[in-house]
């Protein structure tokens, strides 16, 4: 269960089970299990980084499209600081539906 807080009310929040009735927690364990699996036979190394990419970019698009792209509510539905929501949709490429024709913005030096 979780809990968010968001100045005026706390509300408890139960992950919805998938199609086949697992919890999201069931569901990730039997995918990481394979990913896992097929990676260390093959020799694969530094498996953390893959996994948490994996898994950040679908969850930081969802709660950005749930929020209308607005980074400052979706940061704080993520529980991260702006900034680090922007750095993390620069690193991972995310884009907003309809600018991925759109060259992304580099800083000038």
């Known amino acids: ?9 706390i509300a408890a929040v ?4 998938t199609q086949n009735n697992e919890s999201l927690d069931e569901s990730l364990a ?3 299990r ?3 699996n097929r990676m260390t036979l093959s020799g694969a190394r530094n498996l953390h980084p893959l996994v948490i990419r994996a898994v950040e970019k679908p969850l930081i698009t969802q709660i ?9 509510q979706a940061a704080h539905v993520l529980g991260i600081n702006r900034n680090t929501l922007r750095k993390k949709i620069r690193d991972l490429c995310i884009c907003r539906p309809g600018d991925a024709d759109r060259e992304p913005r580099r800083k000038s030096l």
């Open 34 to 36: 394979e990913f896992a």
């Open 1 to 9: 269960m979780t809990f968010f807080h968001d100045d005026t009310n």
């Open 14 to 17: 139960t992950p919805k089970p």
């Open 64 to 72: 950005l499209t749930e929020m209308k792209w607005n980074q400052v």
């Open 30 to 32: 039997v995918k990481v």
